[in-house]
Structure formats: structure tokens, C-alpha cells
């Protein structure tokens, strides 16, 4: 907030009883003068108040390093010094559901250079691979099979698991796209004698055609806006509906969105975008540790499948 700004508030609220009316102030006496000040200040400060908890503007990028099992891990932030910069991404305004800064605009996307070149990037990385490569026919198959975005899916998995199909994570979600047993149940998957839900998961038609369900019921839940929806893939729909169809104030849950977009604008632009247009306000904060990771066959020395990392 600007300090003349702050000032100001200071001499209204000291204003005193005697001193003479501003102008456009009818008379009602010292004492409704004083509530109708008080009432103003009190608008004011929460005015105020609101301004500095919009978070504005942010950038979308990517970053990354490969550790000594050439294992590459993406964060929305260098998280220490071995971290580069993967690639450059569009101003995220949180003012527009998360969407880049041009979207919507009449003259249709601004796409320069440079975002041009993280797109070829994030798509070459994935091309080569191997863990990708080796679920790539199965996330096809369940784009073609649920109607869902190809790339959507391909984003959400990458943040999810980096298509690790034997990933646990410490509460239990398993595999490609990290459900949850119960979550599962509710999409369709059922034990057997041989085999439980968890032990399922791991399987990548099964695990994939229960997320993607999952994620199209979520979707259909929040019509026009895909950031409500990634936020209740994250943290639940009733999180979301508990903070009044807003993306809940948990730091994983909101760097998880922003990272999800992200990677969705990269390898589709304009669909993150298109997908959001319409929707309402979304407080997306600044981002901080939100990571994936993608295994490769090569050792971290080659880089011809790590990334090329600008200087």
C-alpha cells in the first residue's frame, strides 16, 4: 500500500470533532458525522485490506535438475542451487482464474519465441522419455475413451507422478494418477480375491480410467472453471466447496494448480485458457516446492534426454 495512502487514513481517522466538513458531507450533526467517517474509514481499510491480499501476477516457470540416478525434478522455484531454469512461462494473473495474462484477448494468444521454445522443449523432454513412452498408448487410449484433453491429462499425470506406475505417496495414493483406494472404489474399481484396490492401481488402464473419470466428474462439478477442478483433484470437492468454490488456501494445493496449468499452457497453448474463460475470480498465490519427476533409461550425464537448461 502507498504510504501517501496510509498517511492519509491516519489524518482522516484523527480528524477531529471540530474541525470543518469536507465538502459533498451534508449536515446531520457532530455525532452522524462521526459514524458516516467512521463507516467510510472502516470501507477504506478493508478496500485496502483486499488489495494487498490479491496476490497479482506471477510467473509460470519451470525448473529442474537432474540428481545422480538421473532422476530430473521439476519445481515451480529453484529450491537450491542445483536448480535451472527449464523454461520460461507466461505471466499467470490470479485475477484471471490462474489463465496466462493474453488470454481471452480480441486479437487472439500472443505466443513469442520464447514460448515457442519451452513448448518444443517440454515436448521433446517428454518424447524421450522412457516412462512416458512406456504409458503413452494408455493415456491415449483413456483421452479417447473419457473425451478428456490428452494434454490435460498428460500435465496432471507428470505433476501427479512423473508416470511412476508403482508410486505411493505417504497418504496411499497410487500410481499414475494417485488415487486414493476409497477414491477409486468410487470410480469403478473393486477388489477380488487376488488382488485389492491398492494393488490395482498400479495397473495403468485401471489406474487411468478411474482417474480419468474422477477428473471428468470433477470438471462437470465446476463447469468453466479447470482450476476449481484441479483443485478438487488435489485437496477434494468438499475443500472447495468449503471455501466458497475457491481454490482452498493450502500451499500444496494452490502450487499444485498453478503447475498443472502451467505445463497444460506449454504442451496446448491456449487451453488452459479456453478452459477457464468465463469463470470467476481465483486467489492463486505466488508458488513454492511443487516438483515432478520423470526417470529416464540414460544416465544423468547425458543430455540428450535431460533437459537443456538455459544459463
Known sequence: ???????????????PQHAARPAGLRLCGERGLRARYRRLLLTLWLSAAAALALPGAARADIWAYVDGQGVTHFAAEPLDERYRLFFQGDDFDSQRDGTPRHAGSGSGLKVDAASVASAGKLAAY??????????RRHVEHTAQNTGLDYE?????????????????????????MQLLPATAERFGVRADARRSVAAKLTDPATNLQAGARYLKYLIAMFPGRLDLALAAYNAGENAVKRFGQAIPPYKETQNYVRT????YEQLQPGASAAAARGGRQAAIPGTGRVRMELRGDQPAADLSTTPNFLP
Do not use: H, N
Open 152 to 176: 490435460l491429462l498428460k500435465a496432471l499425470i507428470a505433476t501427479e507422478s512423473g508416470f511412476d506406475v508403482d508410486v505411493v505417496s505417504p497418504k496411499g495414493a497410487v500410481g499414475l
Open 1 to 15: 500500500m502507498p504510504l501517501s495512502f496510509i498517511a492519509w487514513l491516519q489524518t482522516l481517522r484523527a480528524w
Open 126 to 135: 517428454f518424447s524421450s522419455s522412457a516412462q512416458y513412452q512406456r504409458v
Open 260 to 263: 498443472v496449468l502451467a505445463l
